[in-house]
């Protein structure tokens, strides 16, 4: 197997400079994958030559160039486009040279229509072609014109990409784009297209360069993660690709997000269970407790085997925290089919749930669906459905209280922890820990170190641990993740550029890691 590095942008491509770099910042909106993508459209940029505006420039959206990553899924998602445009105008009217560019999900659908309506947009890209935004800016600059660039299928597999990594001790590891499924609400599988599997050895090779830079904890992304292997007909590959991943040496925490209930199989349990460095947790989407709905949905599974699901993974891991998504007010959903979704919520003891009122999206089989339920209706169930989950999930913390957990320290987590002198990160079943430190001198925990606590409180939401304040467990294990952070901290981190070379650097010692990906030849 051979390797070779994504060769920088020409000369002629590359951003003009003076005495200062051009800045860019990327915002993204909608799920883990959009996130992923936004790291590679940082890392092209930084090969391209640009800088990330610092934390106070993004904070005041000051930066020359601005790109907008959108999603597409709910009803919403074009105002919060629009309105972040709208608010850029100003700013791009003040900034000569300013250019804001638009890409992911909503790019993909409106295509041209988003310069129709916000003519000073000067790039718009979408989910099939991320490879192109540092080209179409240097294009949208040198022609004065808008540039809009939308293919119809996947051209560049994303994970060969550059990718500046805003974690050092965690990143996302995308093992499939697209998807197969036609649930009837779902505009996904039109935006992102048919599943694209990645092969094992490829994967793999991505998540060892990750703990090479210092990660222990990676997710393995997928529309529909679970079902990896269907595009080179192993049905087993997904269970066999976990075990290989928990298998790394120096990868301490492996997850993976969302499967699909249809496609969820026993020997995935099995390998959850038997493979330590995959963590008892579990986003099992719902949808909805009604197997008319499901039907209608085009889910294909039944309550009952959800519900089975669930009880054959906490046989196996009694600690697993399992979450999920609900749709309220589906077109059609009755009292009776709501209560249905009360019922499955309760036996299922959600740690969390992500709960959505229906949206209709154009494009969609649902979308032309005229049993449309009124607006006061939904919000009134939706409020049952979140009372119901708040109670369950508060329950379910309680259990909690009284146990030692092993807590990942993230970097931003905890908003108050400045208030409560604690530090945040997340317990091995994925549950947001707030921990207090221990009075006097102490080795203060980096993020990437992980600790031993014990809980003492517990909130709907989060746990707190407090236990160093009365003498109890705290134990701080320091890590090559605590490390890496260290070294980016100090701007001495020889590997932070992946070999993707010196155009990749952050220039200074707050930027995250930029991991320049092999692409393989095949034998």
């Not at 999603?71 to 009217?93: H, Q, T």
């Not at 540039?147 to 990718?163: D, R």
């Not at 992946?498 to 991991?515: E, Q, R, W």
């Amino acid at each position: 197997m051979s390797t070779t590095l994504p060769a920088p942008l020409p000369d002629a491509l590359a951003p003009e400079r003076g005495d200062v770099a051009r800045t860019y910042l990327v915002k993204t909106l909608g799920c883990q994958m959009n996130v992923h993508d936004s790291e590679h459209m940082a890392g092209m940029l930084e090969q391209a030559g640009y800088v990330a505006a610092s934390p106070v420039q993004a904070a005041a959206e000051d930066a020359d160039v601005i790109v907008i990553n959108t999603c597409a899924v709910r009803e919403n998602a074009a105002d919060k486009l629009y309105g972040n445009l709208g608010r850029l105008a100003a700013s791009k009217r003040a900034r000569p040279g300013m250019q804001i560019a638009v890409g992911g999900c909503l790019a993909q659908k409106d295509r041209a229509g988003i310069v129709d309506r916000a003519p000073w947009v000067d790039v718009v890209f979408g989910t099939h072609n991320l490879d192109v935004l540092p080209v179409l800016l240097e294009r949208a600059r040198h022609n004065a014109a808008a540039q809009v660039e939308i293919e119809e299928s996947l051209k560049v597999f994303p994970s060969t990409l550059p990718t500046r990594r805003e974690s050092v001790y965690a990143g996302w590891v995308s093992i499939s784009v697209g998807c197969n499924n036609t649930c009837t609400f779902c505009i996904v599988p039109h935006l992102r297209g048919k599943e694209r599997d990645r092969r094992p050895g490829e994967i793999l090779a991505e998540v060892e360069a990750l703990v090479s830079q210092g990660a222990i904890e990676v997710t393995l992304l997928g529309q529909n993660v679970n079902s990896y292997g269907v595009e080179f007909g192993d049905r087993g590959a997904f269970a066999r690709l976990l075990r290989a991943t928990g298998a790394i040496e120096g990868l301490e925490r492996v997850r993976f997000t969302s499967p699909h209930p249809a496609a969820f199989t026993d020997d995935v349990i099995e390998a959850m269970a038997q493979t330590p460095t995959v963590m008892p947790q579990l986003h099992m989407p719902l949808q909805s407790g009604s197997d008319r709905i499901l039907r209608a949905m085009r889910r294909s599974y039944r309550s009952d085997r959800f519900l089975g699901i669930l009880d054959r993974v906490r046989a196996a891991m009694p600690d697993a925290a399992i979450t999920t998504d609900i749709i309220v007010g589906f077109p059609g959903e009755t009292e009776e089919d709501f209560a249905e979704t009360l019922r499955v919520v309760e036996a299922s003891r959600f740690s969390s749930a992500f709960t959505f009122q229906y949206s209709p999206r154009p494009g969609t089989p649902a979308f032309d669906l005229t049993d449309e339920i009124p607006k006061a209706v939904v919000q009134e169930r939706f409020l049952r459905l979140t009372a119901l989950q708040d109670r369950i999930a508060h329950e379910e913390n309680q259990a909690q209280v009284g146990r030692t957990v092993e807590v990942l320290v993230a970097e931003a987590e905890g908003r108050k922890d400045d208030a409560t002198h604690r530090v945040t990160g997340r317990a091995a079943d994925n549950r947001l820990v707030h921990l207090a430190l221990p009075d006097g001198d102490v080795d203060v925990p980096r993020p990437g170190d992980l600790v031993s606590v014990t809980v003492t409180h517990a909130a709907p939401y989060h746990l707190v641990a407090d236990s160093a304040l009365t003498g109890g467990t705290f134990a701080v294990r320091r890590t090559a993740a605590g490390d890496a952070w260290d070294r980016r901290q100090s701007g001495q981190d020889e590997h932070s550029h992946g070999g993707a070379g010196d155009a990749c650097g952050t220039g200074g010692p707050a930027g995250p890691v930029v991991l320049g990906l092999p692409t393989f030849a095949r034998r």
